[in-house]
């Protein structure tokens, strides 16, 4: 039996016994062979001898497994070198197997081998247990499903965890030392996130006119919430997440806190700057949006208010997560929609009595409205609103009255009248536009009249660019239209005469593009050129074709600037299609 007592002394009084036996055996073997007599061989006690050899060998190895374990179990746990533990198990293994075959028949041997088989799986368990994740509620575990109760200090021994009977909850072990390793996971990302957050702290501007401390947003901080939210969601869907649901649901919390705040007031800040320097700084708003610019009164304090507040608590946690900042920013949001929804519809009135306004921001138009008495810096933003127009002469110590317009080349064009810049806005910007349309229609008419006055390399000197372009067109359209008058009656050079003159006049033009000019005039005569070239191949293709009539599809097809003299306007006309010229300074 694997339990007996006192073995090596019972092993002894046998072998006592079985010396006796065989001595006994041996006698009578010499007096048999006296006389010449034959004995049995005594094969029990043969046997009997084997088997006390057998024993012999299996209960040394029984107390050799015995002693080692025991001097094992008083290794303190952490102390235990599972590795070489089991390297030294697995050698009695082997020697255990190599005894004699007969006798893994007796309970002994099962016992010691079955010892040992345990010990290897309990060392297995302990070396799992010796992860750094194990903390003191994955022992309260462990003795839970062991029902087992040990404490657990640096102290403790390996004699304490075998009385666990590890070799019996393998499973259960590795269980909770999977748990442990995930846990520790756990908590190690969410010590990250508590680092990360603990320095990270805003940054602001100063906002130029009151002083207000700005949030600066940075790409870092937006990126590392929506990962560390995306950390956060995923820790909640895990299985192992009950220790740490509290602390897990307030960070989740904490960010989810932050992300809508820094949203909400990025928002907030954003169109508070837009509309501060109108509500606040433009008396004519404040006029005509009384109300509106009441409730931006309470905005603006509300918004600086928290401003500095934010300001005073850098942390992005802290400062985020106070009571009532999200409130009270939907409240803000809510108070300035209702100041942009007015000011919108303010300045839709503006654009309906204008409607260049709608070629401009807001910002502009605003920037417009608030200098609406000052002509002189509305008329930087002219070129927004005319086609070439870069700002209006006035005289000196008038800056009600406009005397002419200035391209943004730097061309000059004087009025035919002056221009009252009073009153609102958009009253003298539509007085504006009228006179700069009837000043080129007018300067047009004269153009046309002395066209003939004088050579054309003088006369396009003599008028705005555009005048200058515009009548070159004019005038070639019409001596086309009487080159075709003349061969209807007969002179059939007619045609041909014409493009001779074109190619002088061509010619004139390159002549003093050669010469020294200023940057505008060479770019008008350059213009100028290449219309005539075209014009001049227009007319050559007419003659290819031997076109006899102004009816000809070769000439109707094509864009010919006509002179209404009954309107004192020009016409544009291209087949059956006719227009009339608008006169918008280009």
């Known amino acids: ?254 960010l989810s806190n932050a992300d809508s705040v820094i949203e909400i007031y990025v928002e907030v800040q954003r169109t508070w700057s837009h509309l501060q320097s109108i509500f606040i700084g433009s008396e004519d708003i404040r006029e005509q949006l009384p109300e509106d610019s009441k409730r931006f009164d309470g905005i603006d304090a509300d918004f600086k208010r928290t401003a500095n507040e934010m300001s005073s608590t850098p942390n992005v946690i802290e400062a985020t997560n106070k009571d009532g900042l999200f409130a009270l920013m939907e409240d803000v949001k809510d108070r300035l929609s209702l100041c942009e929804k007015s000011l919108q519809e303010y300045l839709e009135t503006k654009r309906l009595a204008f409607p260049r306004f709608y070629f401009v921001s807001s910002a502009d138009l605003l920037d417009i409205l608030s200098n609406g008495n000052n002509p002189s810096k509305v008329g930087k933003q002219l070129s927004k609103l005319f086609q070439a127009m870069g700002n209006i002469k006035q005289p000196e110590g008038d800056s009600k009255t406009a005397l002419g317009m200035y391209a943004l080349d730097g061309e000059y064009v004087e009025f035919t009248d002056p221009v009252k810049c009073e009153g609102r806005v958009e009253d003298w910007l539509n007085a504006l536009l009228e006179m700069h349309c009837k000043t080129l229609r007018d300067v047009m008419a004269d153009a046309i009249v002395t066209y003939e006055e004088k050579p054309r390399s003088e006369w396009v000197f003599d008028n705005p660019a555009q005048i200058s372009l515009t009548g070159t067109q004019v005038w070639w359209a019409a001596e086309v239209s009487m080159a075709f008058a003349r061969l209807e009656e007969g002179f059939e050079t007619a045609m041909k005469d014409f493009n001779k003159k074109q190619v002088s006049m061509l010619n004139d033009l390159i002549v003093l593009l050669q010469g020294k000019l200023s940057k505008a005039n060479r770019r008008m005569l350059q213009t100028v050129c290449t219309i005539d070239v075209h014009s001049r191949d227009v007319v050559i293709n007419l003659i290819n074709i031997k076109a006899e009539s102004a009816d000809a599809f070769a000439w109707q097809a094509q864009l010919r600037h006509i002179w209404d003299e009954k309107d004192n306007k020009v016409k544009i006309h291209i087949c059956d299609a006719r227009f009339t010229y608008s006169y918008e300074y280009l």
């Open 1 to 254: 039996r694997f339990d007996s007592r006192r073995v090596y002394i019972r092993l002894n009084q046998h072998y006592t016994e079985y010396r006796a036996m065989e001595d006994e055996m041996n006698g009578l073997y010499a007096s048999a062979k006296l006389f010449n007599v034959k004995l049995s061989e005594y094969k029990q006690l043969k046997a009997c001898k084997r088997e006390l050899v057998m024993l012999k060998q299996l209960w040394d190895m029984v107390y050799l497994v015995r002693s080692q374990f025991a001097e094992w179990r008083e290794t303190k746990w952490l102390d235990v070198n599972v590795e070489n533990m089991e390297m030294d198990c697995k050698r009695m293994v082997k020697e255990i197997r190599g005894l004699d075959k007969e006798s893994r028949a007796w309970e002994a041997f099962n016992g010691v081998d079955g010892d040992v088989k345990n010990m290897i799986t309990s060392l297995g368990a302990v070396g799992l247990l010796q992860s750094p994740a194990i903390r003191e509620r994955h022992w309260q575990q462990l003795m839970s499903a062991t029902g087992v109760k040990i404490v657990m200090t640096p102290e403790t021994k390996l004699a304490d965890l075998l009385a666990l009977n590890l070799h019996s909850f393998e499973d259960e072990v590795a269980t909770i030392v999977d748990r442990a390793n995930k846990e520790q996971g756990m908590e190690k990302m969410l010590s990250e996130l508590n680092a990360t957050w603990t320095g990270m702290e805003f940054e602001y501007d100063t906002h130029a006119e009151t002083i207000t401390p700005l949030l600066k947003t940075s790409e870092e901080l937006i990126e590392t919430l929506e990962d560390n939210q995306v950390q956060i969601q995923n820790l909640m869907t895990s299985k192992y997440i009950a220790f740490f649901r509290d602390e897990v649901s307030d960070w989740q919390t904490k």
